[in-house]
Every structure is written in structure tokens, then in C-alpha cells.
């Protein structure tokens, strides 16, 4: 069975920095893309980055409200998508998902709640 | 960017009740375009891809049509669990973006 298991998130102040982790299981995880979604409390879903396999030569995609703040990266090693987020701010507060990106995005985690305040 | 727009943003119905969810696209997207469900306090579900293609799992009374601009998810035979929120998305080109979404309640 496919699995995506997000960690890493928490409190954090305004200015500081987080590194999400998304644990795969259940497919070839290095032949995938891989992208991130939150959800700001009450609202909807934005896309915010995404990761390209070995193959696409592991470039990376990001929404304009994160560039240059939030890296994506990956370890095929590990079967592991990761989110480091810098210089945070009130509005990063969210629900973080990883999903496969895949049709879409057809296999989702559970996410990890991220909460930006001092 | 690509701008999504969903209609209605709520809407009420009842048990076995067929409803559309629309979603327009701000420029042309062809056929690429997904559908998600989201109930409170989980993570999203897939149901449709390429506007028209059921993920793998998803029971047929789910369906979406549409290509270009304008998009519609139809729900047949509402059962209780299918009251939720909606979601319609475009993966055309970077940054993919969402519709608001669109409540269904009883």
C-alpha cells in the first residue's frame, strides 16, 4: 500500500526556520515527482513546490509565495521528500501535505500542522 | 497564473440527490484538470484526473467532463459520505493552482 507519513512540523516564531520530512513507503519512490500542498486553517489548498526524479535531473518548482524562503529536496536513499522552510511568517501557518505527483496529485499524506507565532 | 473559479462556493442536497460542481479556468487548460475531495480534519482524496479519468478505487458515481476552460464534476445518488468539500485543480502550467472549493452539505 502506497504511504505518505509527513513530520517535523511544530511551533515556530516569525523569522525562524523548519525542515518538514515526508516518509514514502509502498512504491518506487525514486521514479516519482513529488510535491507539497498546504492549507491555511479555515482555507483552501495552495500548491507549493515540487520535486522532479533523477531522471527529470531533480529540478525543483516553487509558487511565488515561497521562492527563495522554502527549498524541496529528496533522498532516494532514504525514500524521503524534505521542505525547508526559512524566514517564516505569520501566513506559513498551515497544514503541510507531501503527495505523489502523479496524475495530478492521486496519493496524498496525512500532513503536519505548522504554526508560525511568537 | 492560472486563475480557477469554482461554482456554487456551497450548496445544500439531500440523500440520492445528483449534483454539478462547475470550474472555470482563466485561460485554456485543455484537459488538465483534477478533482478532490477533502472531508473535516483529513487530507484530500483524489477522484478525477484529465478532467475525466476516475483514480484508480474512486466508485462511478463520480464523474467530470469538460476541456478548455470549463470543467463540471457530477455526484450521482448522494449517499452520506459523499457530503464534503470539493476541490477542482489545474496542472497545465506552473504554479498549479486551486479552485476555492465548494461545500456540500445536507
Known amino acids: 500500500e502506497e504511504q505518505l507519513v509527513e513530520s517535523g512540523g511544530g511551533l515556530v516564531q516569525p523569522g525562524g526556520s523548519l525542515r518538514l520530512s515526508c516518509a514514502v513507503s509502498?512504491?518506487?519512490?525514486?521514479?516519482?515527482?513529488m510535491d507539497w500542498v498546504r492549507q491555511a486553517p479555515g482555507k483552501g489548498l495552495e500548491w507549493i513546490g515540487r520535486?522532479?526524479?533523477?531522471?527529470?535531473?531533480?529540478?525543483?518548482e516553487y509558487a511565488a509565495s515561497v521562492r527563495g524562503r522554502f527549498t524541496v529536496s529528496r533522498d532516494d536513499s532514504k525514500n524521503s521528500l524534505y521542505l525547508q522552510m526559512d524566514s517564516l511568517k505569520a501566513d506559513d501557518t498551515a497544514m503541510y501535505y507531501c503527495?505523489?505527483?502523479?496524475?495530478?496529485?492521486?496519493?496524498w499524506g496525512r500532513g503536519t500542522m505548522v504554526t508560525v507565532s511568537s | 497564473d492560472i486563475q480557477m473559479t469554482q461554482s456554487p462556493s456551497a450548496m445544500s442536497a439531500s440523500v440520492g440527490d445528483r449534483v454539478s460542481i462547475t470550474c472555470r479556468a482563466s485561460q485554456d487548460i485543455s484537459k488538465s484538470l483534477a478533482w478532490f475531495q477533502q472531508k473535516p480534519g483529513k487530507a484530500p482524496k483524489s477522484l478525477i484526473y484529465a478532467a475525466s479519468s476516475l483514480q484508480s478505487g474512486v466508485p462511478s458515481k463520480f464523474s467530470g467532463s469538460g476541456s478548455g476552460t470549463d470543467f463540471t464534476l457530477t455526484i450521482s445518488s448522494l449517499q452520506p459520505e459523499d457530503f464534503a468539500t470539493y476541490y477542482c485543480q489545474q496542472y497545465k502550467s506552473y504554479p498549479y493552482t486551486f479552485g476555492q472549493g465548494t461545500k456540500l452539505e445536507i
Open positions: 520535486s522532479r526524479p533523477k531522471a527529470n535531473g531533480y529540478t525543483t
Open positions: 503527495a505523489r505527483g502523479y496524475h495530478s496529485f492521486d496519493v
Open positions: 509502498g512504491f518506487t519512490f525514486s521514479d516519482y515527482y
